[in-house]
Structure formats: C-alpha cells, structure tokens
C-alpha cells in the first residue's frame, strides 16, 4: 500500500510515498521495540483500572484487567525513527485525530477524551493483545492487516468498534 502525506519527525507536513508493504518487514523490529519501550513506561507511571474501569475491561473479555494502566497525555506519543513515525501517521494508527494507544496492557488516553467508549475500544486491543501473547506476537499481525486493508478495514480495528460500550 503506497500512502501520500506524511508527518516528519519535526512535525513538519509534507508529501512523502512509502511503500509500506515492502517497508513492514524492516519496520516491525523497530516499531516492536518502540511499543514495548512506551507500554514498560506506561506500565511504570499509568494507573490502575478503578472497580467501574474493570468492569468495563471484563465486559470486552479482557482475562486480567488488574494488569492494564492508563496514562493521560496531552497527545500521544510518536516513534523517533523518522521511517517509523511516517509510517504510524500514514496509515492513520498514530496523529493529531488520535485519542487512544493500547500497546499489552498499557493504554494512553488524551487528556479530555476518556469515555466508556474509548476506553471499551482500547481494553478490547488489550484482549487482543492477550489472545496473541505479547506485543511481539500481536504487530505483525495487527500492522499486516493496516497496511493491506487500511485502518478503518482492519479486522482488529472493526472488532474494537464492535466491543465499544456506549456512553450513556
């Protein structure tokens, strides 16, 4: 899949194609270890689910919801590889637009955006995340499928929007 704007690392739009089908096996190391890099930190300095959070991560089948945190940001976080961030914001994974990362059991909400929903959403890619076992197991298959079908087609994404809790 061959995408069009981009953001650089200095946050500086401009026109860049990646083909990101060929550029996925040269990424994904890179981007295994920035996500596990992020989801330790999180899992440092988040907070754990209160009662009313749990159950939420449980409504959405979550095995253990006692291991996820949450940490508010003012915006989520991008990789420092150049290649990598261009990639993220490309397929839509990561950018301005962005309110919610679950990376395992670390999830990252911006300030302002926590809701029954995006939270239901992010705790059903932590249960997507236990069913593969790590986050090394789960992004070749979760970035394969973006970058074959795109972000909104991606069967993780769709079975998130399905699990999604309503906020009323």
């Known amino acids: 899949m061959v995408i069009g704007k981009c953001i650089t690392f200095l946050g500086i739009w401009h026109d860049m194609q990646l083909d990101l089908q060929a550029l996925l096996p040269r990424l994904l190391p890179h981007a295994i270890a920035w996500a596990e890099a992020v989801a330790a930190d999180v899992a440092a300095t988040g907070t754990a689910l209160n009662a009313r959070d749990l159950a939420i991560a449980s409504a959405v089948e979550v095995q253990r919801p006692e291991n996820i945190r949450v940490l508010m940001v003012d915006r989520l976080p991008l990789p420092p590889d150049p290649e990598l961030q261009a990639a993220a914001v490309q397929t839509g994974l ?75």
């Open 94 to 168: 990561l950018g301005p637009t962005m309110t919610g990362l679950t990376l395992g059991y670390s999830i990252l909400i911006c300030h302002g955006h926590m809701s029954r929903r995006l939270l239901s959403h992010e705790c059903r890619h932590v249960f997507q995340f236990e069913r593969a076992g790590s986050i090394a197991s789960f992004l070749p298959a979760y970035l394969g499928s973006i970058v074959q079908v795109g972000y909104g087609n991606c069967p993780f994404e769709q079975d998130a929007r399905a699990h999604e809790l309503s906020d009323a």
